[in-house]
């Protein structure tokens, strides 16, 4: 009898252990991440998923990002002046590179006459590029809008409500219309919950949260008509300012070394690279179908960029071209 009562309070006593040290190693990494949300240097943001905290700077391999007080890698808005906005992704934004060796700092030198905006956030999707764009444009005097579109992985992440367990907004598809839905960008969302869980991802259980949360997302052609849409909205939010719009494509190493494209994590390796395939040839299309019927001929391919610095001088040509 007194055997199983040790037996029993050994039990007891290892589950309160167990039980404790699971709850503190949530608190624990809930706590760290507070502030690299998404990515480093980002607080959670209910509407756009995450949001680049403000006044801050943070440090990638080495070097510095600097941002602003609106939560962006660029000087404060100079409201007496003419803005070109950059909005894009980590490409965009210069994730690992210092403050002077970014996109907005060469196409800046380049261009002396217009402040030179970054609005770009590591992680972002298109659908976060344009929420962001609505959200800061009118602060903005905008002469064009530079949208950099990465072909890597912008399709695959516009389509679903989240990325790597992160809950981000998602358009969904209404007839002729689209809606934003945020089911998953609650802070406690159980996207957000789940994927960040310490537990969670000690048992090795992340791939079965989007089966667990139910997450949004389009496949085939309902995912290049979603992105089209958005594409669109880009258009006439920049159209409603009388700016220009650029779409560039940065290519990737996938675009040149196909057996390197990563899909690997990807349940349909084939659907992704039909996907990334798709979205290069759609934007293409797109914006070839576009400056051909377009009498301000606002639009320009840029094809093969390998540089920050070449980038900024082809669109710096594409400014001079437009007489902005």
Request: overall charge positive; glycine content about 6%.
């Amino acid at each position: 009898m007194k055997f199983k009562k040790e037996i029993l309070l050994l039990l007891i006593s290892s589950s309160i252990a167990i039980t404790f040290s699971v709850a503190l190693g949530e608190i624990y990494v809930w706590f760290i991440n507070k502030s690299n949300w998404a990515t480093n240097g980002a607080r959670h943001d209910r509407e756009l998923g995450w949001v680049l905290t403000p006044n801050n700077t943070f440090e990638t391999h080495g070097r510095i990002s600097t941002i602003n007080s609106l939560g962006f890698r660029s000087p404060e808005i100079d409201s007496s002046r003419k803005h070109v906005i950059i909005v894009g992704d980590s490409v965009a934004f210069g994730l690992g590179l210092s403050d002077k060796e970014t996109l907005s700092h060469y196409l800046a030198k380049q261009l002396k006459e217009f402040q030179v905006l970054n609005f770009s956030v590591p992680g972002y999707s298109v659908d976060q590029y344009y929420l962001t764009l609505k959200k800061h444009i009118n602060k903005t005097n905008p002469v064009l809008v530079v949208v950099v579109i990465f072909t890597g992985n912008d399709i695959e992440e516009t389509r679903k409500d989240n990325i790597f367990g992160i809950g981000k907004p998602w358009f969904k598809i209404k007839g002729s219309s689209m809606k934003v839905i945020n089911d998953s960008t609650s802070r406690f969302s159980c996207t957000n919950l789940l994927s960040r869980s310490w537990t969670v991802g000690i048992l090795g259980l992340k791939n079965l949260v989007g089966k667990i949360c139910k997450n949004n997302e389009y496949h085939g052609t309902n995912a290049i008509i979603q992105m089209e849409k958005i594409l669109l909205k880009i258009e006439k939010l920049a159209s409603s300012k009388k700016a220009g719009l650029l779409f560039v494509l940065s290519p990737t190493i996938y675009d040149y070394y196909q057996e390197g494209l990563n899909c690997s994590s990807q349940e349909s390796q084939d659907a992704c690279f039909i996907l990334r395939k798709n979205m290069q040839e759609m934007l293409l299309t797109k914006a070839k179908n576009i400056r051909k019927n377009n009498k301000n001929n606002l639009f320009r391919t840029i094809p093969g960029i390998k540089t920050f610095r070449t980038m900024s001088l082809s669109i710096k040509k594409t400014i001079q071209k437009l007489s902005l």
